[in-house]
């Protein structure tokens, strides 16, 4: 039986949200804020979760070892606004049952 | 002033998929955007990508669903005002819309449908102090006249196709061109890429990576740059010209302004009958619109475009009947003169 893991968003406004992100159901981050409403739509991955925009980045606040970084993610943060060394693109993290306990920050909108 | 049937602001796949569905019931179509080519999303961020869920297409690259749809839609001779984004409109007395393009376009026409996507694209704009201050006075984020840079010192920011595209034809133009980047690495075409290493080497091109611009310095206008290589002082180079290159974002931007009811950053339409906004005569369809169960998909921007032609006709044919007609018994009338029929059946006897 596949279980949601929990995970804490700050949005944009700071305002904290301990959510359920099920891991069966192939979703990223970034589908996870919107299945929230944790930003509005349409400033929330504007390109579909490609890496061709930088929408869904946001600061990965705790120690979890995430999916590495791929080439298309990286040249998209060197052109994005506001990264920070924890900077990540929502989209191209998928959930899975070792997320349990992260936390992240919406950076803010471009 | 261009007069039409139905004025089509954004020429991405709902609003091409319009002109073709318009045509059928001998509506004209002009469509405006603020992108320089026709295709909106599918063209100007991923051309190159692959879309699965189009009917009859197993696969098919958004660039190339873009060349069909304009190939589908070609003998309705739409007229087309790109590079220009809609800014005001204005109810007339008789019914109809004018809408004024940021550049002072106008359009006349009885429908307008507001085939959006998420908006228009704007550059990205990176976030310096005083940039506001210098734009069009030694700051631009689109090289619409490369003239305008000879012999003069240029900056570009950014990582890039265009970056790297405009670096390599400005090398030829401006005076000086340098180019910043946050990484050492460009994410381009190949040969795009080799060529400023070689420009680079022949020192037509002043590369400094990885690094930021980190300010705007000049009095009345831009006289000079500070860029910040990291753990190093900020150092100012002196430029006439600053052109960060950080690709576009779609805004809403000025249809919010119309008077059409938003949620959710999208326009509130009907969708029991046919996608009309708040304000009779305007439609909104893709993925622009919203309603109960709102799916962002190009399939559903071309099922929208069909209902909402059939509302169109009947504002423009007020009380002419209307029964529907299969393309296969009835074939297509171009405006351009042109006909596309089935073959006819051949009836002859076999002895």
């Given at each position: 039986m596949d279980q949601d893991v929990q995970i804490k968003i700050t949005d944009r406004d700071g305002n904290l949200h301990e959510i359920a992100a099920p891991v069966d159901m192939a979703l990223n981050l970034m589908e996870v804020v919107r299945l929230y409403e944790l930003a509005p739509e349409g400033t929330i991955g504007i390109c579909g979760g490609m890496a061709m925009c930088a929408s869904c980045q946001c600061y990965v606040l705790t120690e979890h070892s995430l999916r590495e970084m791929q080439d298309d993610e990286e040249a998209m943060l060197s052109e994005a606004f506001n990264v920070k060394p924890n900077s990540r693109l929502g989209c191209q993290i998928q959930i899975t049952p070792e997320m349990e306990g992260l936390e992240i920050e919406l950076a803010p909108e471009d | 002033m261009i007069q039409t049937d139905i004025l089509i602001i954004g020429a991405g796949p709902t609003g091409l998929f319009t002109v073709f569905e318009a045509g059928l019931l001998k509506m004209k179509c002009h469509l405006i955007d603020a992108l320089p080519q026709a295709g909106g999303q599918c063209s100007e961020i991923y051309p190159k990508k692959p879309i699965y869920d189009i009917p009859a297409y197993p696969e098919i690259l958004a660039g190339d669903l873009t060349e069909k749809l304009l190939e589908q839609c070609k003998q309705f001779e739409p007229g087309f005002t790109l590079g220009e984004r809609a800014e005001t409109i204005e109810k007339q007395a008789d019914g109809s819309f004018v809408v004024t393009t940021n550049k002072g376009t106008q359009h006349q026409a009885p429908v307008v449908a507001i085939a959006g996507g998420l908006g228009s694209f704007e550059p990205r704009k990176p976030q310096l102090d005083n940039l506001a201050l210098y734009e069009d006075n030694g700051i631009a984020y689109m090289i619409k006249d490369p003239e305008v840079y000879r012999n003069k010192k240029v900056v570009i920011s950014g990582g890039g196709d265009s970056a790297l595209d405009w670096s390599i034809f400005l090398s030829e133009v401006a005076s000086e061109v340098t180019l910043i980047h946050r990484r050492n690495e460009f994410r381009g075409a190949l040969d795009s890429v080799d060529k400023v290493q070689e420009l680079k080497n022949a020192g037509k091109i002043n590369l400094i990576t990885p690094a930021e611009v980190t300010a705007v310095l000049g009095k009345n206008k831009l006289e000079a740059i500070e860029v910040t290589k990291s753990g190093a002082p900020p150092v100012?180079?002196?430029?006439?010209?600053?052109?960060?290159?950080?690709?576009?974002?779609?805004?809403?931007?000025?249809?919010?302004?119309?008077?059409?009811?938003?949620?959710?950053?999208?326009?509130?339409?009907?969708?029991?009958?046919?996608?009309?906004?708040?304000?009779?005569?305007?439609?909104?369809?893709?993925?622009?619109?919203?309603?109960?169960?709102?799916?962002?998909?190009?399939?559903?921007?071309?099922?929208?475009?069909?209902?909402?032609?059939?509302?169109?006709?009947?504002?423009?044919?007020?009380?002419?009947?209307?029964?529907?007609?299969?393309?296969?018994?009835?074939?297509?009338?171009?405006?351009?003169?042109?006909?596309?029929?089935?073959?006819?059946?051949?009836?002859?006897?076999?002895?």
């Open positions: - | 100012r180079i002196e430029t006439d010209s600053f052109i960060p290159l950080f690709g576009l974002s779609p805004k809403l931007g000025p249809i919010s302004e119309w008077g059409l009811e938003i949620e959710k950053n999208a326009i509130k339409v009907n969708n029991a009958l046919d996608y009309q906004t708040n304000i009779p005569g305007i439609f909104a369809i893709g993925d622009v619109n919203t309603y109960p169960g709102k799916l962002k998909l190009i399939l559903c921007g071309f099922h929208e475009a069909t209902l909402m032609c059939q509302a169109a006709y009947k504002i423009i044919n007020p009380g002419k009947r209307y029964v529907l007609k299969y393309t296969t018994v009835s074939g297509i009338d171009g405006f351009d003169g042109s006909r596309k029929e089935a073959p006819k059946a051949v009836v002859k006897s076999i002895n």
